[in-house]
């Protein structure tokens, strides 16, 4: 739901706006959505476009670099390797210098297009404007079945609900960069985050396009893995989940004890093993549920004590580069 936004800001079209864009070998995309987002923001105030070469093998940070050479208002942050889509977005957003931030992706997915809209709302108001995808061009029954369970298995275990549908396709006052980069968290989860600051909000949908080119890196592997970090780095449910499975496990085994022993006493026990296997098995399931949940909060914190950085910059450039006009053209 779009919440009514009743106060004005009083940014003027002279406040700077950054895109931080992730780019994982999107060579062939990086001019494209250069383009497309100068020409959605024309006029609308200066503006930056950052992008975090998230240790592409292909010419991505080159092509970063010949913008950058030919007076596009385009800034570079590389990484020595790949550390993942949200150390990309954090590191963006580390950098960035505007008053407003939108974080999107590279291959033309999240409209640049609908940018104008998200700086109104802005404008008028709203610290936090929230894309939120209803569908996509070119996904298939598996692509929209493993989205829908991503957000309701993380909206089922996390204490901070995400809005199904919610992209990294956001637009964030300076305040709430502000807010959010206070979070040290090794395994960041930047939508939970943004939902847990409880900063006012509006909502905006959208029907993300196909890729204008190459291949999402966004397997299944990494997506389940993105959900363990959405959970555990939100949410002690899990743990409480734990408790009460083994609560609940020890009512049945008692009352099954209990059961045994009536039996027992009233002479109708048949010797076997069956209903033992069963019962061992069981709670074996249970404990080894439990220690895997357990061993995933003790690996946040192991992680947290080494007190290693989220990623590693190896080239980044601090300002945009001296030239005519800083605004967009």
């Given at each position: 739901m779009t919440d009514r936004i009743s106060v004005t800001r009083r940014n003027t079209a002279a406040d700077l706006i950054?895109?931080?864009?992730?780019?994982?070998?999107?060579?062939?995309?990086?001019r494209v959505v250069c383009a497309a987002i100068q020409s959605a923001l024309c006029g609308l105030g200066a503006l930056e476009l950052i992008f975090v070469d998230d240790g592409s093998s292909d010419n991505t940070a080159?092509?970063?670099?010949?913008?950058?050479?030919?007076?596009?208002?385009?800034?570079?942050?590389?990484?020595?390797?790949?550390?993942?889509?949200?150390?990309?977005?954090?590191?963006?957003?580390?950098k960035a210098q505007g008053e407003a931030v939108i974080t999107m992706d590279c291959d033309l997915q999240h409209p640049p297009e609908l940018?104008?809209?998200?700086?109104?709302?802005?404008?008028?108001?709203?610290?936090?404007?929230?894309?939120?995808?209803?569908d996509t061009v070119d996904s298939g029954f598996f692509k929209n079945i493993s989205s829908k369970l991503f957000y309701r298995f993380v909206n089922l275990l996390s204490e901070t609900p995400v809005l199904s549908g919610a992209a990294d396709y956001q637009l964030l006052d300076r305040e709430v960069v502000t807010a959010v980069l206070q979070f040290k968290d090794r395994h960041p989860f930047l939508r939970g985050i943004v939902g847990w600051l409880g900063f006012q909000s509006t909502c905006m949908e959208y029907i993300a396009a196909a890729r204008h080119a190459g291949t999402s890196a966004y397997s299944l592997r990494k997506m389940v893995r993105l959900s363990i970090q959405a959970i555990?780095?939100?949410?002690?449910?899990?743990?409480?989940?734990?408790?009460?499975?083994?609560?609940?496990?020890?009512v049945v085994a008692l009352s099954y004890a209990a059961f045994a022993l009536v039996g027992l006493l009233a002479g109708k026990t048949v010797p076997g093993w069956t209903?033992?296997?069963?019962?061992?098995?069981?709670?074996?399931?249970?404990?080894?549920?439990?220690?895997?949940?357990?061993?995933?909060?003790?690996?946040?914190?192991?992680?947290?004590?080494?007190?290693?950085?989220?990623?590693?910059?190896?080239?980044?450039?601090?300002?945009?580069?001296?030239?005519?006009?800083?605004?967009?053209?």
């Open positions: 950054s895109i931080v864009l992730p780019a994982y070998n999107e060579e062939q995309n990086v080159d092509t970063v670099r010949s913008l950058r050479d030919e007076g596009a208002p385009v800034r570079l942050i590389r990484f020595g390797r790949n550390f993942g889509h949200q150390a990309a977005l954090f590191a963006g957003m580390e940018l104008p809209r998200m700086v109104k709302a802005w404008r008028d108001g709203a610290k936090v404007v929230q894309m939120v995808r209803i555990t780095g939100l949410s002690s449910k899990p743990l409480r989940f734990s408790f009460y499975l083994g609560v609940l496990t020890a209903s033992v296997i069963a019962i061992v098995a069981f709670l074996g399931a249970v404990q080894l549920v439990s220690i895997g949940i357990v061993g995933e909060y003790i690996a946040r914190i192991y992680e947290q004590t080494r007190a290693m950085p989220r990623f590693v910059v190896v080239e980044a450039d601090e300002n945009l580069p001296e030239r005519k006009g800083a605004q967009a053209q």
